[in-house]
């Protein structure tokens, strides 16, 4: 077994960590935001970017402009239910999302609420690294690998882990400073 090999299932998780926090608000609008949003419109659940083009005109304001207006409803009440504290003002064919400045108070639970995601992703980090080390203990037990090759094995897996820990914790960090903004 080559450890190196599993650095692309780690990397899957640390993608993940970043699109999950992507949707975290900040004090600027970005599309990210609101993309993921999951809208019920025609008998399914679908992206706002999907259905939509969202633009970001001003430092603190998103359009929306679905591309068949019949799902503009759908959309805000998409947003709504989502509560992410965007005020949201229906103009027709478009819809403007508005981001109220933060206060002391959303400030800390928007952090809150980031550092379970980060928690999250490390959780998924150790859930990884205990299933690969299943295995390295398991081809030890087949008489695949020696006693030696899995502690090597095991350390440098441990190695790896630390690795992406670290990366999950700067992703976390740089986060937390763009909301203290």
Same mark, same amino acid.
């Given at each position: 077994m080559n450890i190196q090999d599993k650095r692309q299932d780690f990397q899957k998780v640390i993608e993940h960590i970043n699109q999950d926090i992507s949707g975290v608000r900040t004090n600027r609008a970005t599309p990210s935001l609101i993309e993921n949003i999951k809208v019920d419109i025609? =008998?399914?659940k679908m992206p706002v970017n999907q259905i939509?083009?969202?633009s970001c005109p001003e430092p603190k304001q998103l359009l929306v402009e679905p591309w068949d207006k019949t799902v503009l409803k759908n959309i805000e009440k998409a947003i709504e239910t989502a509560s992410i504290g965007l005020v949201i003002k229906n103009? =027709?064919?478009f819809l403007r999302l508005s981001i109220?400045? /933060?206060t002391e108070e959303t400030r800390k639970e928007i952090i809150k /609420? %980031? $550092?379970e995601k980060i928690e999250n992703g490390k959780i998924s %980090? $150790? =859930?990884l690294r205990d299933k690969i080390k299943e295995e390295i203990i398991k081809q030890e037990k087949n008489k695949e690998i020696s006693e030696d090759e899995k502690y090597s094995l095991i350390e440098?897996?441990?190695k790896i882990? $630390?690795?992406y820990n670290d990366q999950v914790e700067e992703i976390g960090e740089k986060k937390e400073k763009e909301i203290q903004l």
């Amino acid at each position: 077994m080559n450890i190196q090999d599993k650095r692309q299932d780690f990397q899957k998780v640390i993608e993940h960590i970043n699109q999950d926090i992507s949707g975290v608000r900040t004090n600027r609008a970005t599309p990210s935001l609101i993309e993921n949003i999951k809208v019920d419109i025609y =008998g399914s659940k679908m992206p706002v970017n999907q259905i939509a083009s969202i633009s970001c005109p001003e430092p603190k304001q998103l359009l929306v402009e679905p591309w068949d207006k019949t799902v503009l409803k759908n959309i805000e009440k998409a947003i709504e239910t989502a509560s992410i504290g965007l005020v949201i003002k229906n103009e =027709g064919n478009f819809l403007r999302l508005s981001i109220p400045s /933060m206060t002391e108070e959303t400030r800390k639970e928007i952090i809150k /609420m %980031l $550092r379970e995601k980060i928690e999250n992703g490390k959780i998924s %980090l $150790r =859930g990884l690294r205990d299933k690969i080390k299943e295995e390295i203990i398991k081809q030890e037990k087949n008489k695949e690998i020696s006693e030696d090759e899995k502690y090597s094995l095991i350390e440098e897996l441990d190695k790896i882990t $630390r690795e992406y820990n670290d990366q999950v914790e700067e992703i976390g960090e740089k986060k937390e400073k763009e909301i203290q903004l």
